[in-house]
């Protein structure tokens, strides 16, 4: 009997005018923003090789490797494809040498304020809210709507049980949801192809789990529209009571649980962090370049009578000195750099876990931070960059130092960029940059993405099973009359 | 041949949890071949008495038979030998005509029927051809009707159970709807009709029981009611004119 109800269910939806528009939107809004994404992403990622280039013939033309401006460029995920998620918020690229600090700058919503005013449109977006709100739009009368047509009589007066019913329903409605969002997966997965994504077969993983975590979530605002339709009597009260809790699950719950995160647990601005270790930095400059004028002074009054080959040591064990405190102090605006980044992250990561265990209440929220993760856009994203080129920082500043590239850079902002001079160093023949350390980009496997994600899809599928069972009561004890 | 009883009410009584007495130990009985009209205003607790029959709602107390099935014992074998039409019937709206007469068949049980068989009935319900394999959306209430009335021939059941099966109907489209009755009775189903149209009760039945606040105060037959005016019979006995 079952079969018949979700057969029939399945196919009340299909010939349904209010399925074909939805559906048809849902899927058409989909894809739009599965190629939207491989656009954008190929526009990225040959982005990244440009400016990778660029960097790499601006180094390769130097002659002093202390001259040479080296950055870290963040290679694009196609993953980013399905889920932007933070990665427009991020910086590109970060300066890489001695005395600069990773930080990284020039993203895209900062390059492009439009974008930011009106966010990125990708399947995540389209997914958490027209999705929801067309399984909400096929199941908000799923049971009140029969009994206001009378079919509910008509059916029960069958030898069917409520539970029979009830099974069939879920599933023939569920079928009905399932449709446009796999047709749209498959035809995203030919646009994939099609368009020369290079996907390889962790980026096919992830994508399958994206879909599974699509499914589960519509799945939940299906079970929501059932189970509030069978607590009703008319479908415009339902139709109600759905539109309420889905702005709440999905526009109100994840902002009001970072704001109230925020207010219980403050945390400072980058801002704020970046002005103390400014502040900090230029202290710890000025007092090394007194130290060193002082002494450079003392030294040069002992060295007036001192004969000219006694003249030659001094000024390399004056050098020797030099450098050992430039390094103690390099060291020094480095330890506290990463000091205070420490208490920040720290923090930060200590809100963060309380901004999202308030959010995890809603699907929406549980569904947008299962696909973060998925597609490696997560909040995590910029942290795992910037200890990825933290990294990479000490081991080019370590390969520039054999290269003999010691010394200091002195940077002077002009406002539209820097020049760069050097106070040491002998001067060279062009550099070579073969052998110059790159930048790899941090590991974000198919295991670690999906291992993040299990937790979020394993509450959405709580969350199903939850609606599962309250719909399944609720229709239980409901009055057929 | 005395025909057998195809629907019993046995003191049925329906007492809501908020003490409203909806019905108070009702008994009858249909044969069949046997057309019994329930015939009483808003509230009499004739809709009462037939969700009782279906099992949508539990007696206080009293018993209600389809074929011979105690509907409180076992409802889903008693729902296999009874047919049902309600008032509203608005079918599926998106399903053709012959989409709804198949998919309330197969519940029904009927699971081998062709196409053809389906033509048959709507057929039989007057229908026109054209309308078979339309959607019920653009349907007038009357053509509405007598699709639920094939949805109900279509079953074969002994039992058909009609609440208010002509309100809203036009004189035509209610006639039409009457002839079809006839034919059903002749088929020797036995029908329980819930209507409050006193004419419409004494032209169709054999049998009209009348109702008021929960009570059947009586039963009268086709031959007791030929030199009667239901009208004023029914009026006297709501009114309390004549004991029950």
């Known amino acids: 009997m079952w079969k018949m109800i979700a057969e029939k269910e399945l196919r009340d939806h299909l010939q349904s005018t209010r399925f074909l528009v939805a559906a048809g ?109 067309i399984a909400v739009l096929f199941t908000y009368n799923s049971i009140n709507g029969e009994k206001e047509s009378g079919t509910l009589k008509l059916v029960f007066a069958n030898g069917i049980s409520k539970a029979e019913y009830i099974i ?24 994939i192809i099609l368009m020369g994504v290079d996907l390889n077969g962790s980026g096919w993983g992830r994508y399958g789990f994206f879909f599974l975590a699509s499914v589960l979530y519509a799945t939940c605002f299906m079970l929501l529209g059932v189970f509030v339709s069978a607590m009703t009597h008319r479908s415009s009260v339902s139709f109600l009571v759905l539109l309420v809790i889905w702005i709440c699950a999905v526009l109100i719950v994840p902002k009001a649980a970072t704001m109230l995160a925020g207010r219980a647990m403050p945390v400072p601005t980058v801002d704020e962090i970046e002005s103390r270790l400014t502040s900090y930095n230029t202290q710890a400059r000025i007092e090394f370049f007194n130290d060193m004028t002082k002494r450079s002074r003392a030294r040069f009054k002992s060295m007036a009578d001192m004969k000219p080959e006694e003249r030659q040591p001094a000024i390399a064990a004056f050098q020797t000195e030099n450098e050992a405190k430039r390094k103690e102090m390099e060291q020094g605006i480095t330890d506290y750099s990463a000091r205070i980044y420490e208490d920040y992250y720290n923090q930060k990561s200590r809100q963060e876990l309380l901004a999202f265990s308030l959010a995890k209440i809603s699907p929406a929220s549980q569904f947008q931070l299962a696909t973060m993760k998925l597609g490696g856009t997560d909040v995590g994203m910029k942290k795992r960059y910037e200890d990825a080129m933290k990294q990479y920082k000490v081991q080019y500043t370590d390969y520039v130092q ?67 069972v309250a719909a399944f009561v609720v229709f239980l004890r409901y009055d057929m009359r | ?110 699971n081998n029927l062709k196409r053809e068989d389906y033509y048959n009935v709507l057929r039989q319900v007057g229908l026109q051809e054209k309308a078979f394999e339309q959607r019920l959306k653009g349907f007038s209430k009357g053509m509405r009707q007598k699709v639920g009335l094939a949805i109900t021939i279509v079953k074969e059941a002994p039992a058909i159970i009609l609440d208010e099966p002509t309100s809203g109907l036009d004189p035509k489209a ?51 009611l030929e030199h009667e005016n239901l009208e004023k019979l029914y009026l006297d006995y709501i009114q309390g004119k004549v004991a029950a």
């Open chain 2, 174 to 224: 209610a006639n039409e709807f009457l002839a079809i009755l006839h034919k059903l009775r002749a088929q020797g189903r036995a029908i329980l009709i819930s209507t409050h149209d006193i004419f419409r009760a004494k032209e169709i039945s054999d049998t009209v029981g009348i109702m008021s606040e929960g009570k059947l105060l009586a039963v009268k037959t086709k031959a007791e």
């Open chain 1, 402 to 468: 054999k290269k003999g590239g010691g010394g200091f850079q002195m940077r002077v902002s002009t406002g539209r960029g820097s020049t760069t001079g050097s106070m040491t160093g002998p001067p060279q023949q062009k550099i070579d940059i073969s052998e110059m350390p790159k930048f790899k980009d941090p590991d974000y496997s198919f295991g670690t993405s999906v291992t993040g994600a299990l937790f979020d899809l394993g509450l959405l599928a709580l969350f199903n099973v939850f609606a599962f």
């Open chain 1, 25 to 133: 939107v849902s899927m058409l809004l989909l894809v739009m923003s599965i190629w939207m994404g491989i656009t954008h992403y190929k526009a990225r990622a040959s982005q990244y090789e440009q400016g990778v280039q660029m960097m790499l013939d601006l180094a390769s033309q130097q002659s002093n490797w202390m001259t040479v401006t080296n950055s870290a460029w963040r290679k694009p995920d196609a993953m980013e494809i399905l889920s932007n998620g933070v990665n427009s918020d991020i910086g590109r690229y970060s300066d890489i040498g001695s005395g600069r600090d990773v930080r990284l700058v020039r993203s895209e919503y900062s390059d492009d304020p439009m974008l930011a005013a009106f966010q990125f449109l990708d399947p995540t977006f389209v997914i958490l809210i027209v999705l929801s709100l």
């Open chain 2, 1 to 110: 041949m005395d025909q057998p009883n195809i629907l019993e009410a046995q003191k049925l009584t329906k007492v809501y949890e908020d003490g409203l007495c909806a019905l108070d130990h009702v008994s009858f009985s249909v044969k069949a071949g046997e057309i019994f009209c329930l015939l009483g205003d808003n509230g009499a607790g004739k809709t009462t008495t037939i969700n009782l029959f279906l099992g949508f709602l539990n007696p206080t107390e009293g018993i209600p038979f389809i074929n011979g099935i105690d509907v409180t014992k076992d409802p889903l074998a008693a729902k296999q030998h009874v047919a049902y039409l309600s008032d509203v019937v608005m079918l599926y709206p998106n399903f053709t005509a012959r989409q709804n007469l198949d998919f309330f068949a197969r519940l029904g049980g009927k």
């Open chain 1, 168 to 191: 069939g329903k879920l599933i023939g409605s569920w079928f009905a949801i399932l449709a446009p969002v796999l047709i749209s997966f498959l035809i995203g997965a030919l646009l």
